[in-house]
């Protein structure tokens, strides 16, 4: 009984150790979320309108004025970015993420992925280790996987300026982000969006098609030359954003949870720990009782 005694304390001991180790990562989860909400807060809304803008510019472009990052191309060879974190211990965070990859590629890309001319572009370590493991066919560009840890504009920019010049020489015809949406500490969506071409806007059915009333300034050409890639690379951040408020809010509510289940795992041993202690008492006592008698006797 000594030795189940001793093996509960040890078990006890672990699981204090355990739990004052996730109530340290939950702390620092919260206090990097703070931040990194802050910043997607302060983004989303003017990356989104800017987006809305420029999906109605390049529907309704007049004249001879173009742009190669909204022109449509038969889609020979495709890439999918993947926007995951380097950590793990956040639950579903980065496996969600991967699935919703892995659903754009048998919807969207089954053919390309059947030829071989689908690559996949990482942001973060965790969606290549997935995908290696369940894609060892696929093309895997590694070349920004670490800039993660780093989501200022312009470490992030200088990565969708490359993605833009590829596309622009045609040696992609479509790129799509894959990353988790922000919406709370509790609540994320991870989430597929065509980031070139530039998608079009589209009109409800059954509504008339209205022309945007923009008044352009020099001209339209030259507005498009640096407007368009200033958004795209705008819209490229927030994606980044997203992900790093989304990782740092399912970190801390599964450190929450944890904290949650080694208190209750607490209880439960505590309890087993007390009754087996009563037990060995009752019994060492049993066996005094009935030495005594014997001795009597």
């Known amino acids: 009984m000594a030795g189940g005694l001793k093996e509960v304390r040890d078990r006890i001991k672990s699981v204090i150790n355990t739990q004052q180790i996730t109530k340290a990562m939950k702390m620092v989860s919260a206090a990097k979320l703070r931040k990194a909400q802050s910043a997607i807060v302060q983004v989303r809304p003017y990356a989104d309108r800017l987006n809305r803008m420029l999906s109605n510019i390049l529907s309704n472009l007049s ?118 949406r922000f919406k709370n500490a509790a609540t994320t969506f991870p989430t597929a969006e065509q980031w070139l071409p530039v998608p079009k806007m589209e009109v409800p059915e059954g509504t008339k098609e209205i022309k945007a009333d923009y008044i352009f300034e020099p001209d339209q050409q030259q507005l498009l030359e640096h407007l368009v890639p200033s958004i795209l690379q705008l819209s490229f ?47 060492e006592l049993g066996e005094i009782v009935s030495g005594a008698a014997a001795l009597e006797a």
Request: proline share 1%.
């Open 237 to 283: 951040h927030k994606c980044v954003l997203d992900t790093h408020a989304s990782e740092h809010g399912s970190r801390m509510t599964a450190m929450d949870k944890a904290t949650e289940n080694a208190e209750e795992l607490l209880k439960n041993l505590r309890i087993n720990y007390n009754k087996a202690r009563q037990e060995a008492i009752t019994t």
């Open 63 to 180: 004249g001879d004025a173009s742009t190669s990052f909204g022109k449509v191309r038969d889609v020979n060879n495709g890439l999918i970015v993947v926007i995951t974190s380097n950590r793990g211990l956040c639950g579903a965070f980065n496996t969600n993420i991967c699935k919703e990859a892995a659903a754009l590629i048998r919807d969207k890309y089954s053919k390309q992925h059947k030829d071989g001319k689908l690559s996949m572009l990482f942001i973060g370590k965790k969606g290549y280790g997935w995908f290696k493991r369940r894609y060892p066919e696929l093309t895997y560009i590694l070349d920004h996987i670490a800039v993660y840890d780093d989501p200022s504009y312009e470490t992030i920019s200088q990565v969708s300026s490359k993605l833009m010049e590829a596309f622009s020489s045609e040696k992609y015809d479509a790129i799509e982000l894959v990353y988790s």
